[in-house]
């Protein structure tokens, strides 16, 4: 079992940056890739990007390529999510998400976190 919460999030102007965090519980968790996806108001969930679970691998959805960087310690079991050049359209709730395999499906995690907010401003 792994227990997931982020945090990070809050307003930013446009151009700012946040870094949100994942932590996680449980012995296992560096076993795990840890993927990010947000949610925006009336819209589906959808893919931010992933990392395996030795970090040896990130992947990104094509509109936050070059902006968002993932990175994970798993001696502090914590992963990062790190937010440059923000955007207005940026704007919705971050979740991580722990699964076997990394993948850019919902149905690829097991485990999710309860989520933070992240507002930019323009």
């Known amino acids: 079992q792994v227990q997931l919460v982020e945090s990070g999030g809050g307003l930013v102007q446009a151009g700012g940056s946040l870094r949100l965090s994942c932590a996680a519980s449980?012995?296992?968790?560096?076993?795990?890739?840890v993927g990010w996806f947000r949610q925006a108001p009336g819209k589906e969930r959808e893919f931010v990007g992933a990392?395996?679970?030795?970090?040896?691998?990130?992947y990104y959805t094509d509109s936050v390529k070059g902006r968002f960087t993932i990175s994970r310690d798993n001696a502090k079991n914590t992963v990062y999510l790190q937010m440059n050049s923000l955007k207005p359209e940026d704007t919705a709730v971050y979740y991580c998400?722990?699964?076997?395999?990394?993948?850019?499906?919902?149905?690829?995690?097991?485990?999710w976190g309860q989520g933070t907010q992240v507002t930019v401003s323009s």
């Open positions: 990392i395996t679970y030795n970090g040896g691998s990130t």
């Open positions: 449980g012995r296992t968790f560096s076993s795990y890739a």
């Open positions: 998400a722990a699964g076997q395999f990394i993948g850019t499906m919902r149905s690829d995690y097991d485990y």
